[in-house]
């Protein structure tokens, strides 16, 4: 068992993090999501997010939260029907495993819009072994039940700690995503500079958007009608008008104590991020 974690501590990305916590989260990350694999999760949920970033993108940022979205409709993801299995999965590897009710909204009875959410917990002395940066460590567990217009998803494998399948959003349905929360006015999201992060990073991969998907977003918020026609160049102007209003100095600020190499956070401004968008591209130059 030591060698496998071993082994997980020395791969990338794992071996760039030099706190030991971050890298314990990692591997936490990882055997949750083997263990959520084999009850089943993908067979109508798939991975998006922060951690699907981190892991097949290489983003630099770590996060505490796995994310998930029904795939299916009339099937949310339901993580109590992964319980069983998870935590056979977590003590096979010498791990305790506590779950909480995060507790922070109201309950509505069978109310599919809400997401569900629950609060997977970790505690080194109740591991059977010692693991580096291991003392209480929590991560998010977060499903939106409600089934993604014209999302694009992908089939990836993992081989540690066991070889796993994972079914994820695909790169231009993430970026899709990203630019959504970009766009969102609400005053939570405009505080954080994760998104800007994530927009150059897929930007920098040359990842385009998936644009019907990204529609659909911005009609059921309101941002656009269902009969606006919406190009490409339409987004770039919507993002655009939004650079204007950001306060770069403060996003930095907030972002630069998250990554390792500050000097392309250093880069940001209006114009920087004016001057990226422009090679933006979608999958669909038109959407009517």
Not at 176 to 192: F, G, K, P, T
Not at 247 to 257: A, G, M, T
Request: charged letters at 25%; glycine letters at 6%; hydrophobic letters at 35%.
């Amino acid at each position: 068992m030591d060698q496998i974690f071993t082994q997980m501590f020395s791969m990338q990305p794992y071996i760039q993090d030099t706190d030991k916590e971050i890298a314990a989260t990692q591997i936490l990350k990882e055997i949750v999501l083997c263990g959520l694999s084999r009850a089943g999760i993908f067979r109508s949920a798939a991975l998006y997010g922060d951690t699907a970033l981190k892991m097949f993108y290489d983003s630099e940022r770590s996060s505490e939260i796995l994310e998930f979205k029904s795939s299916v409709a009339g099937q949310p993801v339901r993580f109590e029907d992964c319980y069983e299995i998870l935590q056979k999965e977590i003590s096979s590897y010498g791990f305790w495993m506590g779950v909480e009710d995060p507790g922070n909204r109201k309950k509505t009875g069978n109310n599919s819009s809400n997401k569900t959410e629950t609060i997977l917990v970790f505690e080194e002395d109740r591991c059977t072994f010692g693991v580096p940066g291991l003392s209480r460590i929590k991560l998010l567990l977060k499903a939106d039940p409600n089934p993604a217009d014209y999302a694009g998803y992908e089939h990836r494998y993992r081989l540690l700690p066991a070889p796993y399948e994972i079914r994820l959003y695909d790169g231009p349905s993430l970026m899709a995503e990203i630019i959504y929360s970009l766009l969102d006015h609400s005053s939570r999201r405009m505080q954080s500079g994760k998104y800007l992060y994530d927009y150059t990073l897929c930007l920098g991969k040359n990842i385009p958007v998936n644009l019907r998907h990204l529609r659909r977003h911005l009609i059921r918020s309101g941002q656009i009608s269902a009969g606006e026609k919406f190009k490409e160049q339409d987004l770039k102007s919507m993002l655009i008008e939004m650079f204007r209003k950001i306060n770069f100095d403060r996003i930095k600020r907030e972002v630069l104590p998250f990554v390792r190499d500050p000097r392309p956070v250093e880069l940001w401004s209006r114009d920087f991020f004016e001057h990226i968008t422009e090679t933006l591209i979608s999958y669909d130059l038109f959407v009517s």
